[in-house]
């Protein structure tokens, strides 16, 4: 059973992490908490969700209480080369790069450092083919964030498919007697792609954990990617007109 995704610096991740953004203060320490009595030992965070701090008390008080040692977790920031030189993160990657950004950094002369990762946009609407082929195929592992369709983003338009509420993805839920947030996220374990739910409810924390335990037919999987319609719950609009902006390439 895979449980974990291999970087290209020797490291492993754990598959299933527990994604904080959105998740607020007071909210989040508890969903930490919640999360790693559940068995997770990857959180994905960053400076700008402006929550690490109660992240990192989570954290302790969880190493505190002896439930879980420093060394068995995995916390993705978003850092930096600098980092790396001084032994302080042990694997560097980057988020929302197409393919030829990929490229332009593998080609960059005197590269110091190959991402270990690529963090993007995925699920069922967005189902990232030739990226993740691509990545994996230059041995840098993909995380997929908003695997849930982010139901929650401030900007969802009531138009908008909701992959949670979609009745094929239900109907393939309850064949496996799951939930439709647990086949979202065993599309990507199968895959060999980490994902990162986010949710700040403890009930939710420990569902979404659960995904271990059965396994989509190639069939199911095939089903799944075929819900591709290169829907993106996060466009980014305020960055378009950005010389580097990411997201028209295809890929
Ligand atoms: P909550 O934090 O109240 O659980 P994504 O990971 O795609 O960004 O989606 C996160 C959203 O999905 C949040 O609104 C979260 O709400 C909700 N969510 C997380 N887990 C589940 C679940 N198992 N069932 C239904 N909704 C969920």
């Known amino acids: 059973m895979t449980t974990s995704v291999s970087l290209g610096t020797g490291a492993s991740m754990p598959i299933v992490g527990l994604g904080t953004w959105r998740a607020s203060e007071g909210q989040v320490g508890q969903a930490v908490r919640a999360a790693i009595l559940s068995g997770y030992r990857h ?9 690490e701090a109660e992240v990192g008390a989570g954290l302790k008080a969880m190493m ?11 916390i993705v920031s978003k850092a930096m080369e600098e980092l790396v030189d001084c032994g302080l993160v042990k694997a560097i990657g980057v988020s929302n790069f197409n393919q030829q950004q990929i490229e332009a950094i593998l080609n960059k ?13 995925c699920h069922p609407y967005l189902t990232q083919e ?3 082929s691509y990545c994996h195929s230059k041995g840098i592992s993909v995380t997929a ?3 849930l369709g982010s139901p929650d983003r401030p900007w969802a338009k009531p138009d908008e498919p909701s992959l949670l509420e979609d009745p094929k ?5 309850s064949k496996h007697s799951k939930t439709s947030a647990q086949v979202l996220i065993r599309f990507h374990v199968q895959r060999n792609v980490a994902v990162i739910p986010k949710s ?12 271990f335990d059965f396994e989509l037919s190639a069939e199911d999987m095939k089903t799944i990617l075929s819900f591709n319609r290169n829907f993106r719950g996060f466009k980014m609009e305020w960055a378009s007109q950005h010389k580097d902006f990411p997201l028209n390439a295809e890929c």
């Open 130 to 132: 030739k990226l993740i």
């Open 109 to 121: 002369p005197g590269l110091k450092y190959k991402p270990a990762n690529n963090q993007i946009e």
């Open 43 to 51: 959180i994905d965070g960053a400076f700008v969700y402006q929550n």
């Open 200 to 211: 700040s409810n403890p009930q939710r924390i420990k569902e979404n954990f659960q995904v």
């Open 169 to 173: 993805i239900k109907a393939i839920a």
């Open 64 to 74: 505190q209480q002896g439930v879980v040692k420093r060394e068995e977790l995995f």
């Open 145 to 147: 964030y908003s695997p």
